[in-house]
């Protein structure tokens, strides 16, 4: 599968962006699909992950309750919805699939990657 994200982008904090990943091939609903970041100078972290179907979802207690993930298999998308934004969530964001048994929130798991977008936060 190949993938692709965008949607980032400069905002302020406080503001929102959404991330979206589109996915190629048929079989999109067979894989588990993440959302992973990476600071200048930092190791890449897990963000959000999101089960095949959608019915189980999994989010970095740095993200919790500001950032939700969703998935639509009809469009083969991934979209990561970012609110109350913080300067600290500026990083290149990746989106990721795994065909893995279970979720994962570590990137060694993930069997594919997208290219990566930017979000900048402002203070």
């Known amino acids: 599968v190949q993938l692709q994200a965008y949607g980032g982008g400069l905002v302020q904090a406080g503001g929102s962006l959404r991330l979206s990943c589109a996915a190629s091939?048929?079989?999109?609903?067979?894989?588990?699909m993440g959302w992973f970041r990476q600071a200048p100078g930092k190791e890449r972290e897990f963000v959000a992950v999101?089960?095949?179907?959608?019915?189980?979802?999994g989010y970095a207690d740095s993200v919790k309750g500001r950032f939700t993930i969703s998935r639509d298999n009809a469009k083969n998308t991934v979209c990561l919805q970012m609110n109350s934004l913080k300067p600290e969530d500026t990083a290149v964001y990746y989106c990721a699939a795994d065909y893995g048994a279970k979720i994962y929130y570590t990137a060694m798991y993930y069997d594919y990657w997208g290219q990566g977008t930017l979000v900048t936060v402002s203070s």
């Open positions: 091939g048929r079989t999109f609903s067979t894989y588990d």
């Open positions: 999101i089960s095949r179907y959608g019915t189980t979802t």
